[in-house]
């Protein structure tokens, strides 16, 4: 059941609507403590925000009330919470949403279904049990970046379900770090935390934001930010 409350970005009121279950993790995102940007550096007024896994839209709409002016685009591959998330932020100005995953490789895959069936429990795999997921079609981060042709991205904030892994190593793969100023990532599971800040500590500075054995938030920030 959909849960809709009152929203205010851009000095217009409009509804926002969410999964009545994931009332708790839809406000900790509308009230900064997913994503706190006091550790976060953005110097230009409309700064470039990449949104990877943005669900109904509830960082998205976080990100536009600290940053009116910012030119976010949205990725979102299930259809039923895509439409939501449509929905949601169709009256805000600079955001664009796109309905597909980013992943390794591009093609179309089953976008899994989490235990609970909820807007933000779904994974990419390659297995082929039907376990009442639909197919979806993928894209190359790395290639998303590349397309504003020089353009730095001054936040990237990935939530995908445990596909961060392989979304990482392919970005990094192909486009130079400086590319990215910040980067919020969520985490699953105690390796892949500790993978993650050995190969990229390297190239950014790592700050443990929200933690927990298996699931927190990451943020990895540029030294010259």
């Known amino acids: 059941m959909l849960k809709t409350i009152k929203i205010e970005v851009q000095n ?5 609507s ?3 279950e994931e009332e708790n993790m839809i406000l900790s995102v509308l009230n900064g403590k997913e994503y706190p940007l006091d550790y ?3 110097v230009r007024k409309n700064p470039i925000i990449i949104d990877v896994g943005s669900n109904c839209g509830a960082s998205v709409l976080f990100f536009k009330l600290n940053y009116p002016d910012a030119v976010i685009s949205c990725y979102e591959p299930c259809l039923n919470t895509f439409n939501l998330l449509n929905d ?3 009256q805000l100005n600079n955001v664009k949403t796109n309905n597909c995953g980013l992943w390794n490789k591009k ?3 089953r976008l899994n279904y989490g235990l609970q069936k909820l807007t933000g429990s779904f994974s990419l795999n390659e297995w082929e049990e039907d376990n009442g997921g639909e197919y979806v079609t993928t894209k190359l981060l790395s290639d998303e970046i590349n397309n504003l042709e020089g353009h730095k991205v001054d936040l990237l904030k990935i ?3 445990g596909a961060e892994v392989e979304i990482m190593y392919e ?4 486009i130079k770090s400086h590319m990215i100023e910040n980067i919020f990532l969520e985490y699953h599971g105690q390796v892949i935390k500790n993978a993650l800040i050995e190969d990229f500590s390297t190239m950014y500075k790592v700050k443990e ?3 927990g054995k298996e699931q927190g938030v990451l943020l990895f920030f540029n030294e010259h930010s």
């Open 12 to 16: 217009t009121s409009f509804d926002f």
């Open 18 to 20: 969410y999964p009545s």
């Open 40 to 42: 976060v550096t953005i």
């Open 88 to 90: 949601n932020l169709n």
């Open 107 to 109: 093609g179309e895959f």
């Open 159 to 161: 939530d995908v379900e």
């Open 171 to 174: 970005l990094f793969s192909n």
């Open 209 to 211: 934001i929200v933690g």
